[in-house]
């Protein structure tokens, strides 16, 4: 396999560089003198802050770039791109290095003395965001690479200066076996990703493998009511602690207090008896559960708590998650990316302490693969919602539709004696809700495609 030197710059060219990890990877690089450029399907914000950087960005995308860009030592490209792709199929004709997305952000962190990777089914970019906000506040200047736009740092990415580093690890197609770790969060494992993975123990075993990438001098900083923990920390060399709402786990939460939004102030405690109180400025009890993890993961860097306490009170979330977009004629806009039932609860029990009369939930679920494997529990976790609007399935990288739609869900979410409705486009799906929601209603568009342009939208006008 290439590896990259940090003291040898080399020329990079990403297949994809539009995407939110591959941008941050290509800023890191370029930032390190490497000569970086890239292609993506068409011009974005995110590629024209590239070219505003001085990254070359070629759309769309065809073999006639690589010849274009130059002297090429480095091919990157992401899970999103197939074998047939132009730029792929040159590349791999011309034997150029090939490393995947995931591959150079492992070898990016082997240059960064005990990097940080939040691991999880859901939570990591909130997680990963709450980590970075810590140490930023204690002055450790950390390079971050996250999920999500935090707007401590202007976007996806900060080069820092310091030998740290905090990423998140996503485990779709084992991408975050590429990691180096030096300490690695696992918030939660749960059946997701079964166009990839077969069910939820192939999964464990994954997580389990990842576990296993934290060296003797490392830690695990996981959650303790993870069913089957022990499959995750067995054979483990690291250190491993534990977080949750039971006593029993190294780092516990007591004094749990809402304020009117529902954000939580509560005590974090310590199995050695020490306690210290934390305020949150993001809604949901699943919130706290990523405090904890944020807490213990700063405790490895031996950081004080007046840190951990101003970095978590001062951190208002990133994009996307629970994001306030605005208020039009009474109505409370939000936008959030839960596109698993587990988030989608986490997400609509946050909602029940914002003040709001009517309940508004635009959902649009993510692949079909997820929505035919989780049909079920979409449907129940759906429920809370008083008003529910399903729009048409995503397709992201699929192809196939399995039989199934987005009425298939409506029918399953109707079979239980809830209301719901369906609308084939945006724009039926926005004139509706302008006709029917009222003054002190809140209305949140949910799913990880391209929904939050309704809410975008419903803002803008």
């Not at 759309?59 to 999103?80: E, M, S, W």
């Not at 995947?100 to 939570?123: C, D, N």
């Not at 965001?129 to 930023?136: C, E, H, P, T, Y």
């Not at 699943?286 to 993961?297: E, K, W």
Request: overall charge negative; aromatic content about 10%; some cysteine.
């Amino acid at each position: 396999m290439y590896k990259i030197d940090y003291e040898k710059p080399v020329n990079v060219y990403f297949i994809g560089i539009g995407g939110v990890s591959m941008s941050g990877l290509a800023r890191i690089l370029a930032d390190r003198h490497f000569n970086v450029c890239g292609s993506d399907r068409s011009e974005s914000d995110v590629t024209k802050g590239l070219e505003e950087v001085g990254i070359k960005v070629f759309t769309p995308q065809k073999a006639d770039n690589l010849d274009a860009a130059g002297t090429i030592d480095l091919v990157v490209y992401t899970a999103a791109i197939h074998p047939d792709n132009p730029e792929f199929a040159l590349a791999k004709e011309r034997n150029i290095p090939m490393l995947t997305r995931a591959e150079l952000l492992g070898q990016i962190m082997t240059h960064y003395r005990l990097p940080v990777a939040v691991a999880g089914t859901h939570g990591k970019t909130t997680t990963t965001a709450m980590v970075s906000k810590i140490m930023l506040e204690a002055g450790m200047d950390p390079t971050i690479s996250i999920g999500g736009n935090l707007q401590d740092i202007g976007g996806n990415v900060h080069i820092g200066t310091s030998e740290y580093f905090v990423t998140e690890a996503c485990e779709y197609t084992n991408s975050f076996l590429s990691f180096f770790p030096g300490v690695g969060i696992i918030l939660n494992v749960d059946a997701d990703h079964l166009d990839f993975f077969k069910d939820l123990d192939d999964i464990r075993n994954s997580f389990h493998k990842f576990a296993q990438l934290i060296p003797t001098g490392g830690t695990l900083v996981v959650n303790g009511e993870i069913p089957k923990l022990d499959v995750l920390t067995e054979g483990l060399t690291c250190k491993i602690v534990t977080y949750g709402f039971s006593e029993t786990n190294d780092y516990y939460p007591t004094n749990i207090k809402y304020d009117s939004l529902g954000n939580a102030n509560f005590h974090i405690n310590r199995k050695n008896g020490e306690s210290f109180e934390v305020e949150l400025k993001v809604p949901g009890h699943h919130n706290i559960g990523n405090a904890l993890a944020a807490a213990a993961a700063a405790d490895c860097f031996d950081i004080g708590d007046s840190f951990i306490r101003s970095g978590l009170a001062s951190f208002t979330g990133t994009d996307r998650r629970f994001e306030y977009k605005g208020t039009v004629d009474g109505l409370i806009v939000v936008d959030d990316y839960a596109h698993h039932p587990t988030e989608i609860a986490a997400t609509l029990e946050a909602a029940k302490n914002y003040p709001h009369k009517t309940l508004w939930v635009v959902f649009q679920p993510h692949t079909f693969t997820r929505t035919k494997a989780l049909m079920d529990e979409f449907a129940h976790a759906l429920l809370p919602a008083d008003k529910l609007i399903i729009a048409d399935i995503y397709a992201a990288r699929e192809t196939d539709n399995l039989g199934i739609s987005s009425r298939t869900l409506k029918e399953k979410i109707e079979s239980l004696g809830h209301e719901c409705f369906y609308f084939p486009s945006f724009d039926e799906i926005e004139k509706f809700l302008l006709q029917n929601c009222t003054k002190d209603d809140m209305l949140i568009t949910m799913g990880a495609g391209d929904v939050v342009n309704i809410a975008n939208d419903i803002v803008g006008k």
